[in-house]
């Protein structure tokens, strides 16, 4: 079933649209939830969550990606109680190292949480943009689904040293990027 | 983690929906597949251009015309076209030892043909020559 027949069942509050969200996407959002949390029944949980959430925000939202919006709320559970587990220190798992990457892109600074996240989003998309597409496609890979370096190898056919050097090469301009939009100076 | 970890990996998540789908599309293996295919008929392609040109380089004496045999002396000019045997109304100049008439060269005649080797040269005999041949014949 295509996405715009699920959101119209979403509209019509129909049930239906869960089953069949499950059916098309449950599998990606697991894999994200996966990416992050590193533990299967909080990756099942967080999936349940992103379809109840979805089932309050369509409507009155209409997305015309269903699979982007879904991801995005999958990851965003999943980043929220990954912040809430005890084990705030470095894991060691993919998904932490990837964050320990980015966080070099972004000088020392004080920053209020909620607004500075949704600015320096924005400067993300910016950055995006001026990118090549497969430069962007593996720093997104990497830094928003939480692959792993084998992964992204694997997917794109590229050796681990080109995969790295491209992410190193991205950061270095996203660094540069956000100095220029004067964040984090 | 630090805060400012975390306020990035919030930030990741702001990013615009079309960039989250392409990498989505690109996750699942289709254009991977094709780009493994297109990368391996390019290989494929690369490899049967190199044949073609050792071939090209190995054959460019011959193609030229005028090569070196394996002893390095010049060897003569091979003909471009093979050489058909004698055939009625084919006027190639192949000389035939059966048939005296084939080609257009024609033959000498026999009294023009010079001296073998041996052989006193031909005298000039004529009624008011010297007649000592026929004096001592008559007598």
Redesign the interface.
Known sequence: MDDTRIVALYWSRDEQAISETSAKYGAYCQQIAMNVLKNLQDAEECVNDTYLRAWNTIPPQRPTKLGAFLGKITRHLALDRFKARTAAKRQGDSFGVSLEELSECLSSGDFEAETDARAIGEAINGFLRKELPTARKIFVCRYFYGDSIEDICRRFSMTEAKVKSSLFRSRNRLRAHLEKEGIGL | ????????????????????????S??R?VP?QI??RR?TFRQIAAVACLCLVAIGVARLPEMVGGGMNASGEASPMAPSSPIEPSSPGNKFPFFDKNDGNSGNTPMPPAEDAPPQAGEPPAEDISPEGVGGTETEAET
């Open positions: 983690m630090s805060d400012k970890t975390l306020l990035l990996a919030e930030a990741m998540g702001y990013i615009d929906e079309k960039f989250i789908e392409e990498a989505h690109e996750a293996g991977y780009a493994n990368r």
